[in-house]
C-alpha cells in the first residue's frame, strides 16, 4: 500500500532519487491518494533504502485519515522547473512550479490531536525556502477567535499571509509576527515534535532540491492562549 521509488513502470524513463522518492510518497499521503508498491522487492538494496519512507505510520496515518477534504494545493511558486525526461519516451518532459505548498485537514484523533498536515516541496535544482502562515491552511473552525478587522480581498489577504510567512527569519521555526496564531508542530519525516511555533506560520531554510517538507498543526491558539 505505498508508492513506487525509482519505479519505470509508470514512467518507463524516469527514476527517483531517495530524495524525489520520499517527497513523491509524501505528495501522495497528503492528497490521500492510493499507495502502490512498485519497484522489484527482491532488491535487497533499493527495498532497505525505501523501507523509513514507506513504512511511516505518521505518513500513512495522514493518508488515511478523513476530515471532509482529501488533501490541496495552497501556495505555489509562479517560477516553473522542467523534468527531463518525464514519462513514456527519453524526450518528454513535464513542467511544474519551483516549489509549491499542500494541505490536508486531519480530524484530531490521533494523540497529537493534529488538525491539519503540510507538505512542503522544492521542485527546483537548488536549495530554497519554504514556508507557510497558519492562516493559509486553517479551516474557519479550527482557527482561534481573531480580533475584529476589516476583512480584506481574498487576493490581498493570501498575499499578506504568504509574504508574512516566507519573511527571513534568523533561523527555520522562529516566530514570523506578534498577533498570530500558534501551533504545535510536528515533523513526519522525523517522526518528532519541533514543540509551539508562534507568530502566525513557520519558515523552512534551506530546503535541498527535490526535497520536502512534512508536518502536522495541533493546539493552534491565539497570542496569549494556553498551550
Known amino acids: ?6 519505479s519505470r513502470s509508470a514512467c518507463k524513463y524516469f527514476s527517483y532519487s531517495r530524495t524525489e522518492a520520499r517527497s513523491h510518497f509524501g505528495a501522495w499521503c497528503v492528497v490521500s491518494s492510493p499507495l502502490v508498491l512498485s519497484f522489484d522487492f527482491s532488491n535487497a538494496t533499493l527495498l532497505d533504502e525505501v523501507w523509513p519512507t514507506v513504512t ?3 505518513a500513512l496515518a495522514i493518508n488515511e485519515a478523513w476530515a471532509g477534504a482529501s488533501g490541496t494545493l495552497f501556495a505555489a511558486s509562479a517560477e516553473v522547473t522542467t523534468f ?13 512550479p519551483l516549489w509549491w505548498s499542500w ?3 486531519l480530524p484530531a484523533t490521533d494523540a497529537r490531536a493534529s488538525r491539519v498536515a503540510i507538505l512542503l516541496m522544492n521542485n527546483g535544482d537548488a536549495p530554497t525556502t519554504l514556508g507557510f ?8 473552525h479550527q482557527l482561534p477567535d481573531p480580533e475584529p478587522e476589516p476583512e480584506p480581498s481574498p487576493g490581498a489577504r493570501h498575499e499578506r499571509q504568504l509574504s508574512t ?11 514570523l509576527a506578534t498577533n498570530a496564531s500558534s501551533c504545535e508542530v510536528y515533523d ?12 502566525g506560520g513557520l519558515v523552512e531554510r534551506d530546503v535541498a532540491p527535490r526535497n520536502s517538507v512534512f508536518l502536522t498543526l495541533s493546539r493552534c491558539v491565539a497570542v496569549g492562549g494556553e498551550g
Open 56 to 58: 511511516n505510520r505518521d
Open 103 to 105: 494541505a490536508k485537514p
Open 165 to 175: 510567512a516566507l519573511a527571513l527569519a534568523p533561523n527555520p521555526d522562529q516566530v
Open 84 to 96: 527531463t525526461p518525464c514519462g513514456f519516451t527519453r524526450d518528454s518532459s513535464c513542467t511544474w
Open 188 to 199: 513526519v519525516w522525523r517522526r518528532s515534535a519541533r514543540g509551539r511555533v508562534g507568530g
Open 133 to 140: 502562515a497558519y492562516q493559509d491552511v486553517l479551516l474557519p
Open 1 to 6: 500500500r505505498y508508492t513506487k521509488s525509482k
